[in-house]
């Protein structure tokens, strides 16, 4: 069996030691090196998937976490052969808590997937007809990782949209009138904060420790209130990534369903879908005031055994 690589050379935290090491333990794995491949612009990655994919048993991508977002994009395109893995080497690195291996040690990463890691599969969502990864967002501080710049991600890390984050979180919040339908109920609120969700968190901020990413459905959180307490209350844990939503309950409404429609009486909102910045995520114009979110094709992949 074989296998290719796909890498994002201006990925936070790429090495060529990471790539290396990638080959190496694929190949103690018993696996042939098919071919190794450079992601050069936003959107390389779904043509290089579409192109490797029929030839590969395994196709792993180094980069952040819209790397995997053009993966799952390109996986919704052609009929998966290979199975996909991902080693995080971006800034966040969302994915890395999801798939169980280390935030900011690819080598960690790879040495857990190449010696337990066992063919699966994950969730995704379809937003309007467009695939997502992970997360789909809009409000308050949703554009923050569109609005972090590439150079202090690489300096600062995590810090940089913290940085990028304090001139939204110093003005006042613009509040969205909207009405939900999902699991049976439907509702009209006030909300400055959107996010949808397979995930176990976004923005390096881990807000569903517990959340499994295979059980086809996806959490919802709606920020309905918001005041200087909660955000005094809510910046040490985001530092420390310790957030523990059940603690802000009077604050947001949060579920889990399969199925989703939003409605704007109003101008829709600037949407974004996953985030990773602008080189390698992309939004979502709409020409409707409606979002149907439905659950996305599962994708197969190599996770570590738990």
Not at 61 to 82: C, K, P, W, Y
Not at 176 to 183: C, D, F, G, K, W
Not at 194 to 208: D, P, R
């Amino acid at each position: 069996m074989n296998f290719s690589v796909i890498y994002n050379p201006i990925a936070t935290e790429f090495t060529q030691k990471a790539l290396d090491h990638l080959i190496f333990k694929m190949q103690q794995r018993g696996l042939t090196l098919n071919r190794v491949a450079k992601s050069e612009y936003s959107g390389h990655v779904i043509e290089l998937i579409k192109e490797l994919d029929p030839v590969s048993d395994y196709l792993f991508t180094l980069g952040g976490d819209g790397t995997v977002n053009e993966a799952v994009r390109a996986f919704h395109m052609i009929d998966q052969h290979s199975v996909y893995g991902h080693i995080s080497t971006g800034t966040t690195n969302d994915m890395a808590n999801n798939y169980g291996l280390d935030r900011h040690d690819p080598i960690k990463s790879i040495d857990k997937l190449a010696e337990q890691g066992v063919e699966t599969e994950r969730d995704s969502i379809i937003v309007n007809g467009e695939p997502v990864c992970y997360v789909s967002s809009f409000g308050y501080v949703a554009p923050v990782p569109y609005l972090a710049d590439v150079k202090l991600k690489k300096k600062l890390g995590h810090m940089a949209y913290f940085v990028s984050a304090l001139p939204i979180l110093l003005r006042k919040p613009e509040w969205i009138r909207l009405r939900y339908t999902a699991n049976g109920v439907t509702e009209e609120i006030k909300t400055c904060l959107a996010l949808i969700t397979t995930s176990k968190g976004m923005g390096g901020i881990t807000l569903y420790p517990n959340a499994d990413n295979n059980d086809g459905k996806f959490e919802v959180f709606f920020l309905r209130k918001l005041s200087p307490v909660m955000v005094a209350q809510i910046l040490p844990h985001y530092l420390t990534d310790t957030i523990d939503l059940s603690v802000y309950k009077k604050y947001c409404t949060c579920f889990s369903t399969d199925h989703m429609v939003i409605e704007f009486p109003g101008l829709p909102p600037k949407y974004d879908l996953d985030n990773d910045g602008n080189q390698a995520s992309f939004h979502l114009s709409l020409h409707e005031r409606r979002l149907e979110f439905t659950m996305g094709k599962k994708i197969k992949i190599l996770l570590p055994e738990k």
